[in-house]
Nanobody, 120 residues
Framework: VQLQASGGGLVQAGGSLRLSCAAS????????MAWFRQAPGKEREFVTR???????YYADSVRGRFTISRDNAKNTVYLQMNSLKAEDTAVYYC???????????????WGQGTQVTVSS
């Protein structure tokens, strides 16, 4: 599976962005798709994931502001980010795996990352 993330950019606090992650390869619908993020000097952290059955899980820091969704017909997963805060600034990575775990080592496939910068 190859993943290509896009949609990052610079936004003011309180604004919105939508990230996309397009997948190529076999059986996109069989995978849990996740978003992680990594801020400078910090470890990569879990943001959200969506299972093959469309069950959604969120980190406490983004619950109620971010929404993950998937379109299996387009082999794409989305991350709608609303009410953005300066602390959301990071490189955002999409990831895929059949196991559906909430930590980075649980994912076999990764996109290249897209920068999100929120100005306060």
């Amino acid at each position: 599976v190859q993943l290509q993330a896009s949609g990052g950019g610079l936004v003011q606090a309180g604004g919105s962005l939508r990230l996309s992650c397009a997948a190529s390869g076999r059986a996109f619908s069989d995978y849990t798709m996740a978003w992680f993020r990594q801020a400078p000097g910090k470890e990569r952290e879990f943001v959200t994931r969506i299972s093959r059955y469309n069950a959604e899980y969120y980190a406490d820091s983004v619950r109620g502001r971010f929404t993950i969704s998937r379109d299996n017909a387009k082999n794409t997963v989305y991350l709608q980010m609303n009410s953005l805060k300066a602390e959301d600034t990071a490189v955002y990575y999409c990831a895929a795996d059949s196991r559906g775990l909430p930590y980075p080592t649980g994912y076999a496939y990764w996109g290249q990352g897209t920068q999100v910068t929120v100005s306060s």
